[in-house]
């Protein structure tokens, strides 16, 4: 089993797809008129939001689960998220017959620990700060013996995550451009191995909040700098660029852009309407990078990832 | 050209499926092992809520328009509707390069008129009741020589219809029940045609709201009886069953099953919840109809065409 902590290649990728392959959607590709028109471009959206869990997380926690040796699982998995990373590492280890462990803060919306109990994982929860978490994690990883599940600083996740754009450019190898949001990099950085891979001229481009541009001033300081801010809409990203990811995305991503909140809620709107399908804030990022001009795709064929649509139906951003 | 007023056939179909091809989008079957364990059964969602326009209305209208002589054609369509069938009309005849004309009621949603108009299509406005929209249409008629398309009481339009089906059980051929809303018919009869043609032991169901049941009446009756409300929230299944997909109703359509309003809403957003997509409330209607047990589908697989998804995100019912 390849080293968590060493860089991930291609190769992990291709294997990794082979992985989840029994367990993961296959997520269809959905392009709409209506976007392209607004996008003087053709845009075509891979939806991980019909990922099992919503989200591309699945991809990436269902590859390590399903890597772990058999001694190493059977002392189960374990992360603290409240968000998509905790379903997935909650189904992936229901799914191989595991048990998993999960950290949340006793804040976490019900809604969130109802959804990964009733995957069958044992929530422990702890004070709503990352010293808490992490010693909480620490007491439980000590007492089982279970793996813990970085949600993007680990090798496995990011070759797992980088599948997705490994399908996408299989089914639409005339992409010139490849965008996803940025937030711990895991998706960024693994979709970079997928695409340079198989397309090395292709366009690779990160995309933040304005309030959680911690990628793009990383990027400009040769190291990583933390967010700042924890307030933006796109929830999704609003931790600091991971050690591991940060050393693919510098290499392989070609940008880095920002938006600012009123054009994530507004592009996240328009695809609610125009493709009648829910994405979370997160996702809508690229979309408004686009909106904005602040990527050049005129006459273009651009791809972008759907990450995932896990949102509260019941306090909508309009 | 096939009459549209004699009963259309398989081999309508087919030849609508080749017609629509090059415009209509091959939309997706999803499923959810959320939604399953709901309902006890497999449930695959074609999601002709991702088809142009957001609704499977354009298969119909396009197949009807690209069908007309060039004579015809020339002179253009004409519809009333101030729903998903206006703008199916209206795409469809922008991507032919010819004139649509279409009768909306002068209370009519703005954003429906505009996107109406976005495609083209010249609005007439007129009093919103049944008697000026038919003659407003007549005048229209009239004046311009154009073709009227029925939203549904038309074989050509039936027969577009019917490709979604066609599609559905290529792709999943080993469904054992096939459902879908009934309104004006259309989709339910050419569903039927598609289904019982390539499956005869297949079920199919019409599913409706208790408060627009006039399809399930005019079966007991024998004649097409009329809707007594107009107040369900599914407010594509308000209208009556047409003549022309009533005869093929009685002949292929095993059951007609009713729903609860707070089930079609209660159904409504667990989809949006379950599997991110925006559905309309008509087509929540056969999902409710399972989780209420209306139609026993344990343990088998069925197939449901998820209709729209064109909401008002401004005002939902919840």
Same mark, same amino acid.
């Given at each position: 089993?390849? #080293?968590?902590? !060493? ?5 992990? *990728? ?12 296959? =997520? ?8 392209? %028109?607004r996008? &003087?471009?053709?845009?075509?959206f891979?939806?991980?939001?019909f ?7 699945f ?10 040796s058999?001694?190493d699982?059977?002392? &189960? *998995? ?10 997935? @590492? ?18 976490a $919306?019900?809604?969130?620990? %109802?959804?990964?109990?009733n995957?069958?994982?044992?929530? =422990?929860?702890? %004070? ?9 994690? /620490? ?12 949600p ?7 070759a ?18 490849l965008?996803t949001?940025?937030?711990?990099? &895991? ?10 891979a ?11 909040p ?7 001033? !990383? ?10 801010r924890t ?5 999704g990203?609003?931790? #600091?660029?991971?050690?591991?990811p940060? /050393? ?7 940008? @880095?852009?920002?938006?600012s909140?009123?054009?994530? @809620? ?14 979370? $804030? ?22 972008? @990832? ?7 139906l019941?306090?909508?951003?309009w």
């Amino acid at each position: 089993m390849k #080293s968590s902590t !060493s860089l991930p290649t291609f190769k992990d *990728v291709l294997q990794a797809s082979k992985t989840i392959e029994p367990y993961a959607h296959k =997520t269809p590709v959905l392009h709409s008129s209506f976007v392209d %028109e607004r996008a &003087g471009a053709q845009l075509f959206f891979k939806c991980e939001n019909f990922q099992k869990v919503g989200a591309f997380k699945f991809r990436g926690g269902c590859n390590t689960i399903m890597s772990l040796s058999e001694a190493d699982a059977q002392k &189960g *998995v374990a992360t603290h998220s409240s968000g998509n990373h905790a379903q997935a @590492i909650a189904l992936a280890a229901k799914l191989r017959g595991i048990n998993a462990y999960v950290v949340m803060p006793d804040n976490a $919306p019900k809604v969130k620990v %109802e959804a990964v109990r009733n995957y069958g994982a044992e929530v =422990t929860f702890c %004070e709503s700060t990352l010293e808490a978490r992490e010693s909480t994690l /620490q007491e439980v990883v000590d007492r089982t013996g279970a793996t813990f599940v970085h949600p993007y600083n680990d090798a496995r996740v990011i070759a797992g995550q980088g599948t997705s754009a490994y399908e996408f450019l299989n089914s639409n190898p005339d992409l010139d451009v490849l965008l996803t949001p940025l937030g711990g990099g &895991g998706l960024l950085s693994g979709s970079s191995i997928s695409a340079k891979a198989i397309k090395p001229e292709i366009l690779v481009i990160g995309c933040e909040p304005e309030l959680a541009d911690d990628g793009l001033r !990383s990027i400009k300081s040769g190291k990583i700098e933390p967010v700042l801010r924890t307030d933006t809409i796109a929830d999704g990203l609003r931790t #600091s660029v991971g050690d591991l990811p940060f /050393q693919i995305i510098k290499q392989n991503v070609d940008d @880095i852009v920002t938006v600012s909140e009123e054009s994530i @809620i507004e592009a996240m709107r328009f695809i609610w309407e125009r493709m009648n399908m829910i994405i979370e $804030p997160s996702c809508a990022v690229p979309i408004a990078a686009i909106f904005e001009g602040k990527v050049d795709v005129k006459g273009k064929k651009a791809g972008i @990832i759907i990450t995932g649509g896990n949102v509260d139906l019941g306090s909508l951003p309009w």
